[in-house]
């Protein structure tokens, strides 16, 4: 083909992917030219001179040549030459294209990795190793590490360890007792005899009596036999019987009252007629309450002539529980000094007794109450004798002796004549001529509680004084039994 300037696509022929030229030489050019120039077309893809040559230039192709057809590409494990390959879309990942650059982006859920561990399963974008079970886990660069903590295993309780390789091995050892005899023990056997044999069925041991074991020797009382079948039989109120394997025994107590009588398993006391039971361990007590009051009998005839300093005692018993809410005594007040304010202050006290009737006796309880007048007002004689009452704050008292004290004072100078019903015999009115004459018979009244009056005036009572106080407190004479009457009242 003769040299000329044209487009490239008019002197070579583009068979596909093979190009050949027509004549023997592809010349661009001519002999003269010294530079020429090639070029592609952005546009349509084809080879274009570039400039008006100047000279001649040639450009040689092989005959029969063909141009780069196939790239090797590789994925996974599969390789081939191919001319042409497609990114395709998948696992969340989506491909383009824009010029000559592939773009490639990712979905929200591109970030998670499916983790199992256990029965629980999750798409996560982290995951942390956490110690535990004497496991750490650690991290070098994209390394994880994990280092385990071997526990010990002591010897303790009977049970020994050992190790064998990778092999961890225990042996047990437990107490066993038989008769007289104990042993520690890995192994136990039950051996047969004396007619019974032992089995062993999975865990549990199982034992059985031969046939011909036939008899039991059981005593009972003073009577021992060989038996083969044993009968609890009903008597003496006990009764019998069978659930299973137990015996079951119920006894019935015979109760009488009255002109009642049963069997009875169980009794109780119920509370009535001022009587009130309790029970400690295996005690059972009895209080009696039912009464609302108590005097130490009928109010004696004789008076009692008293004076402002005034203090008696006389021993007392109370057989039953009582609540004191009041004191009564019988009296007579006369005038003394008229047209003066004063007050007569009865006091009313109870004393127990510590070391019995030759100790000491202790001050429990006391009260006071006034009798007053105003100046001016003439105090007039109480005509007879009669009733006084004085409260008291509730005196829980319990049954047993006590000595009671009463006193009579005054809160100025004047000097009523007052006079108290009760008992005035002297000791030898009281006990007889047949006692009395007895040479030591006022030494024996000394050393004992007995009834007296107190020797001088006295403003208050004695915390304590003792039993035997015979230099106080008057016992002999007519002074040994002068009491006057008294009534307590309560609950």
């Known amino acids: 083909m003769p040299p000329g300037v044209g487009n490239f696509q008019d002197d070579v022929i583009l068979n596909q992917d093979t190009l050949t030229h027509e004549g023997a030489a592809f010349q661009m050019g001519t002999t003269s030219a010294s530079t020429v120039q090639l070029g592609m077309s952005n546009s349509a893809g084809m080879v274009a001179y570039q400039a008006v040559p100047t ?88 390394t994880i590490t994990a280092s385990v903590t071997v526990a010990t295993l002591s010897n303790s309780n009977n049970v020994s360890f050992g190790i ?11 107490n066993v007792s038989a008769g007289t005899t104990s042993n520690n023990l890995s192994a136990v056997v039950f051996s047969n005899s004396n007619g019974v044999s032992f089995g062993l069925n999975g865990s549990t041991v199982t034992g059985s009596i031969a046939t011909s074991l036939t008899g039991i020797n059981l005593s009972a009382g003073t009577t021992s036999n060989n038996l083969s079948a044993v009968t609890f039989s009903n008597s003496n109120n006990i009764s019998f019987g069978l659930n299973a394997s137990t015996v079951t025994g119920s006894f019935a107590l015979k109760v009488s009252a009255g002109t009642a009588s049963n069997n009875l398993s169980a009794v109780t006391f119920s509370n009535s007629n001022g009587i009130s039971f309790g029970i ?31 203090f008696s005692f006389q021993p007392i018993i109370l057989p039953y529980a009582l609540t004191v809410t009041a004191f009564n005594f019988l009296q007579n007040v006369s005038p003394g000094t008229s047209n003066s304010s004063a007050a007569v202050v009865y006091s009313f ?44 704050a509730s005196w829980a008292l319990t049954p047993g002796p006590y000595m009671f004290a009463f006193m ?37 009244l ?5 009834p007296g009056i107190s020797a001088s005036t006295t403003g208050a009572f004695p915390s304590s004084f003792a039993v035997t106080n015979t230099t106080a407190y008057v016992r002999t004479n007519t002074k040994g039994y002068q009491q ?3 009534l307590m009242q309560g609950s």
């Not at 064998?164 to 437990?174: E, L, V």
């Not at 009798?371 to 007879?384: D, I, R």
């Open 446 to 450: 000394s050393n004992i509680a007995f």
């Open 55 to 142: 000279g001649n230039a040639t450009v040689s192709l092989p005959l029969q040549g063909t141009i780069l057809t196939n790239v090797n590409l590789s994925a996974g494990t599969t390789s081939q030459n191919l001319s042409a390959f497609v990114f395709s879309n998948s696992n969340n990942v989506s491909f383009g294209l824009s010029g000559s650059t592939v773009t490639a982006s990712a979905g929200a859920g591109a970030g998670s990795v499916n983790f199992s561990a256990g029965t629980t399963s999750n798409n996560l974008t982290a995951v942390t190793f956490s110690n535990s079970n004497n496991i750490s886990f650690g991290l070098n660069a994209s």
């Open 349 to 392: 006290g109870l004393y127990t007794f510590n070391g019995g009737h030759s100790g000491t006796l202790s001050l429990l309880s006391s009260t006071s109450s006034n009798f007053t007048w105003t100046s001016g007002v003439q105090l007039t004689s109480s005509s007879g004798v009669n009733i006084w009452p004085v409260t008291v």
């Open 164 to 174: 064998n390789a990778s092999t961890i091995t225990a042996s047990a050892q437990g």
């Open 484 to 486: 006057p009457w008294l």
């Open 280 to 310: 400690n361990a295996s005690t059972v007590t009895a209080v009696f309450g039912g009464m609302s009051s108590w005097s130490q009998g009928e109010p004696g005839q004789a008076t009692i002539q008293s004076s402002i300093g005034f």
């Open 408 to 444: 009579i004072a005054t809160t100025s100078n004047v000097n009523p004549s007052i006079t108290l019903a009760g008992f005035a015999n002297n000791v030898t009115a009281a006990l007889g001529t047949t006692f009395w004459p007895m040479s030591n018979g006022q030494t024996l």
